[in-house]
C-alpha cells in the first residue's frame, strides 16, 4: 500500500478567480484529468470534478456533511455570514424534519394546479418576444419569467421585489471566498439582506402563498417559531437566481444548436428533455463544498476529518467517463442521471418548480417559434457559484 497522501495531485487553479469563473468548463478536463481527488493549494481544499465521485460523495451525506456550510467557511471554526440555512446547511436529523415539511408545501398536487396559470403566462410572455423578433433572452426572459410566476407563488410582498435576485447573487457569491466578486457584489446592495428578512415575516407573507403554509406548517409540527422565516427564506435564496440562469442556459442551447431545437419544434413534448439537457450542458450551480465529518479514503487518497471538499457539479456533467460527447447538447440523449439538482438527501427541493418554469418555456418556443438564432455575444456575470449570464441577444422566427 503507498502512502495515498503523497500521491495526491496538487493543483494551483484558483476556481475563484475571475479568469477561470469566465470560462470554467475550459478548466475541468485539466481538474477531472488530474485525479480522482485533488488538492488545491491556494485554498487548503480537496476537490473532486469527476461524475463518479461527485455523485458518490453527495450520496454519503454522513461522511460529506452540509451542516459545517457548504461554502469555503467552515461554520465550526467561522461565524456564517448569516443564520444557517434549516434545509441547505443541516444534516440529519434536523435536515429530515425541515425537509419534510418543506417537500410538502412543494408538492406534486401544488405543482399541478399552478400549470395551467403559469402555462398561461409563460405562453403570453414567449408570444410577445416572438412579435418583437429580436430580444434579449437573458434580461427580457431569462430574468422576467420566474419572476412573474415565483414571487406570487410564495405570497411575497409587492414591494422590492427586484432585490430577489441581488439577494441570491450575494448569497451564492458568498459560498466562494471573500474575493473581489464577492464584495463587487455587495456594494450598494446591503439593504437586500434587510429586505430579504422584512420580507420573510408572517406579517408581510400574502394568505394562500408558500410562505403562508411554511409558517401554519412549523406551528403545526411545534417547531421553534423562529424557523418559519429560515425557511420562507429558503424559497427567496434558492427560487429565483437559479431558474433565472437555468432558462438563460436553456436558451442558449436552443439558439446555439439549431438541428436540436428542430427537433424540439417537430415534437414540443420533448420540451421536458431540452431543458433536462440544457442542465446537465451548462449547469447553472457549478460547485458545493461538503466538510469530511471523519478520515475517508476515495480512491485510495485519505481525506482527513474537517476537510472542506469542493464538489464541481458542472464538472460531471461533462464528465467524458460517463457522457458520449458531452460537450454537446443533445435533447434526445437521457441526462437523466445529471447532478446539475445535487445528488441524495439534499438533491434539490424545487427541481418540480425548476423543471416545469423550464419546460413550458421550451415548449412555447417550439410552439411559436420557427427558429432561434444567437444575434451577440452572450455576457457572462461572474458569481462564486453559478455560472449566469446578463446578456443573450437573440433573433427569433414566428410560425
Ligand atoms: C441552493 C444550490 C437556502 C438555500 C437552499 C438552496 C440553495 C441556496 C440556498 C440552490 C444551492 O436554504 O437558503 S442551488
New binding site residues.
Given amino acids: 500500500m503507498t502512502s495515498a497522501t503523497s500521491d495526491l495531485p496538487t493543483l494551483s487553479l484558483d476556481p475563484f478567480a475571475e479568469e477561470f469563473l469566465a470560462d470554467p468548463f475550459a478548466h475541468h478536463g485539466a481538474l477531472r484529468d488530474a485525479g480522482s481527488v485533488v488538492w488545491l493549494g491556494k485554498y487548503g481544499v480537496y476537490a473532486m470534478a469527476r461524475f463518479d465521485e461527485v455523485q458518490a460523495a453527495l450520496r454519503d451525506h454522513e461522511t460529506f456533511c452540509s451542516s459545517r456550510g457548504v461554502g469555503l467557511a467552515d461554520f465550526s471554526k467561522e461565524e456564517p455570514f448569516r443564520a444557517p440555512?434549516l434545509?441547505?446547511e443541516t444534516d440529519p436529523p434536523l435536515h429530515s424534519q425541515t425537509r419534510k415539511l418543506m417537500g410538502r408545501i412543494v408538492s406534486l398536487k401544488a405543482l399541478k394546479e399552478l400549470r395551467p396559470q403559469w402555462q398561461e403566462k409563460a405562453q403570453e410572455l414567449v408570444s410577445s418576444l416572438v412579435q418583437k423578433r429580436r430580444f434579449d433572452a437573458a434580461t427580457d426572459l431569462a430574468e422576467v419569467f420566474p419572476m412573474m410566476v415565483f414571487p406570487d407563488t410564495i405570497g411575497l410582498m409587492d414591494e422590492g421585489r427586484e432585490k430577489l435576485i441581488e439577494y441570491a447573487t450575494i448569497?451564492f457569491n458568498g459560498f466562494g471566498p471573500r474575493n473581489r466578486v464577492f464584495e463587487q457584489s455587495l456594494i450598494g446592495k446591503e439593504d437586500a439582506i434587510a429586505w430579504v428578512e422584512e420580507a420573510c415575516k408572517r406579517e408581510n407573507l400574502k394568505p394562500g402563498g408558500w410562505g403562508m403554509a411554511v409558517y401554519d406548517a412549523v406551528d403545526e409540527a411545534g417547531m421553534p417559531s423562529d424557523y418559519a422565516p429560515r425557511l420562507v427564506?429558503?424559497f427567496l435564496?434558492?427560487g429565483v437566481d437559479?431558474t433565472v440562469n437555468g432558462i438563460g442556459h436553456l436558451m442558449l442551447a436552443l439558439g446555439k444548436y439549431p438541428q436540436e431545437f428542430a427537433k424540439l419544434r417537430a415534437d414540443p413534448k420533448l420540451a421536458t428533455r431540452a431543458f433536462e439537457e440544457s442542465l446537465r450542458w451548462d449547469s447553472t450551480?457549478q460547485t458545493?463544498f461538503r466538510t469530511t465529518s471523519c478520515d475517508v479514503e476515495v480512491d485510495g487518497t485519505t481525506i482527513p476529518e474537517g476537510s472542506k471538499v469542493l464538489l464541481f457539479l458542472a464538472s460531471a456533467n461533462r464528465d467524458p467517463r460517463k457522457w458520449d460527447d458531452p460537450d454537446e447538447f443533445q435533447i434526445e440523449r437521457p441526462a437523466g442521471g445529471h447532478v446539475g439538482f445535487g445528488f441524495g438527501i439534499h438533491q434539490?427541493l424545487g427541481q418540480m418548480v425548476a423543471r416545469l418554469e423550464g419546460e413550458l418555456i421550451a415548449a412555447e418556443f417550439a410552439r411559436q417559434a420557427r427558429s432561434i438564432e444567437l444575434a451577440g455575444e452572450p455576457v457572462r456575470r461572474l458569481n462564486n457559484t453559478l455560472w449566469a449570464i446578463s446578456s443573450l441577444p437573440v433573433k427569433v422566427v414566428g410560425k
Fill in positions: 440555512s434545509l441547505l448569497v427564506r429558503s435564496t434558492a437559479t450551480v458545493f434539490c
